[in-house]
């Protein structure tokens, strides 16, 4: 069977900030056949993430130790996690009408011939398209980021850069059940009452405002930083090194700051590291994809008790994916976002 088939599609390698224009809607037409001696599946996309990480995938490399890292050709569909349902199935583990998640394309149906990594959705009495999101590779590495790198405990004080993001909320949230005090950091006032009055963020800041990081921190931290959960970079975490406490730790997630620049942003306060004896350390929710289970069990019951709440911002259609995509570097989302692609 012949179906149309609508895909958004990199045009050219992005240079500095994205564009809608380095991305093109195209229609085509897509078989539904599942070639004879594979272990495919034929899904019908529900929702996109549109995830930060995805920007160094647009820039050309030469080589990339990480697969999944590794550059789109211009020309090609953008690949990257989501929602799905299966329409067809060659593989035992999956069967048709099951929900799953994982890597997908930017279109409307997909031909998947290499299932690792895919995973069926358990549970369906929460929406579909938290698995793009809190109960995703943005949920999983915000729990495996707090909890494996951060080592808090009761009375710690916890910092999040961008905080109102799709791992940050998660983060402030996780801490608070440590009994930490919490502080984060977010681009807008919207996005900073957000944090305090639904997240319950012990306090946040615009740290646009003033452009005075360094007095901000120092206002919002007198006592220090015992944890900082880096989700920015650049001049951010070079700031954040000044402010930390001694045998502070430092779990560093993203640096969304960096990913449209030719040059990063040197660091230059890295001594703070031995003088104040502390553990920074990078990591990709990717290592830790059999902690999935575990994550989903603690999880899912604290959204049903609605202990663990989080934000989307979902931009209908891919249509408007390329805008939903670009905003992302300009701090227009509010929440995770997410491209929804079809409601079933």
């Not at 660091?267 to 830790?288: A, P, T, V």
Request: glycine share 10%; net charge negative.
């Amino acid at each position: 069977m012949m179906l149309g088939n609508k895909q958004v599609v990199l045009k050219n390698y992005v240079e500095g900030y994205p564009k809608e224009s380095d991305f093109e809607l195209r229609s085509s037409m897509i078989s539904s056949h599942i070639p004879q001696g594979s272990k495919g599946l034929f899904v019908k996309n529900l929702y996109l993430a549109c995830d930060p990480y995805m920007r160094h995938r647009m820039s050309r490399h030469e080589s990339d130790d990480v697969p999944l890292l590794a550059s789109f050709n211009p020309g090609s569909v953008i690949i990257g996690l989501g929602v799905a349902k299966v329409i067809k199935s060659a593989d035992a583990d999956f069967e048709e009408g099951d929900y799953i998640w994982g890597m997908t394309a930017w279109e409307d149906y997909t031909l998947i011939l290499n299932t690792n990594g895919l995973f069926n959705i358990k549970y369906t009495d929460v929406p579909l398209s938290y698995y793009a999101g809190i109960l995703g590779m943005p949920g999983l590495a915000a729990y495996i980021g707090f909890n494996n790198l951060c080592s808090a405990k009761e009375g710690d004080v916890v910092y999040v850069s961008s905080a109102a993001g799709g791992v940050g909320q998660l983060v402030g949230q996780f801490a608070k059940m440590k009994g930490c005090y919490v502080i984060g950091s977010a681009s807008t006032d919207e996005k900073v009452h957000l944090l305090k009055s639904q997240l319950g963020f012990d306090d946040a800041f615009n740290y646009k405002q003033g452009n005075d990081l360094a007095g901000a921190l120092k206002r919002y931290f007198p006592k220090g930083i015992d944890v900082y959960f880096e989700n920015v970079g650049g001049n951010m975490l070079d700031e954040v090194l000044l402010h930390m406490n001694l045998y502070g730790r430092i779990a560093v997630s993203g640096m969304i700051s960096q990913y449209n620049l030719k040059k990063p942003d040197g660091i230059h306060n890295l001594f703070c590291l031995i003088s104040k004896r502390l553990q920074m350390e990078g990591f990709s929710e990717f290592d830790f994809r059999h902690k999935v289970p575990e994550y989903l069990e603690f999880a899912i019951q604290l959204i049903r008790e609605k202990k663990l709440l989080y934000v989307e911002d979902i931009a209908e259609g891919l249509e408007n994916a390329a805008s939903a995509f670009v905003g992302i570097y300009h701090g227009r989302n509010i929440g995770k976002q997410i491209i929804q692609v079809s409601t079933d």
